[in-house]
């Protein structure tokens, strides 16, 4: 079965930047958007950015200006560039892909955690 497969996170010091990637096992068909969420320990899953197959983004307003998502269709890869960071970013960021039929893919997370 084909996978999502996050990397890039890490710890960083606030200020600093990361580049998160994502990309799929195998093989995935008619995609209408690519996603970045984030979750925290007792929190709700927050979208933080989105592009479509058109190229439209949309960000949350607490990363908006900060972080860029962008994509690489000859890789199938899916980038989130993180920079300026803050304790308050520190959370699993994972990776979702829709498609147009529905379809809904989910990586494993990769964890993000911004301290001195």
């Known amino acids: 079965q084909v996978q999502l497969v996050e990397s890039g996170g890490g710890l960083v010091q606030p200020g600093g930047s990361l580049r998160l990637s994502c990309a799929s096992s195998?093989?995935?068909?008619?995609?209408?958007?690519k996603a970045w969420y984030r979750q925290t320990p007792g929190k709700e899953r927050e979208l933080v950015a989105s592009?479509?197959?058109?190229?439209?983004?949309v960000y949350a307003d607490s990363v908006n200006g900060r972080f860029t998502i962008s994509r690489d269709n000859a890789r199938s890869t899916v980038y989130l560039q993180m920079n300026s960071l803050k304790p308050e970013d520190t959370a699993v960021y994972l990776c979702?892909?829709?498609?147009?039929?529905?379809?809904?893919?989910w990586g494993k997370g990769t964890l993000v955690t911004v301290s001195s």
């Open positions: 195998g093989s995935i068909f008619r995609i209408n958007s």
């Open positions: 979702n892909w829709v498609g147009d039929f529905g379809q809904d893919y």
């Open positions: 592009i479509t197959r058109g190229g439209s983004t």
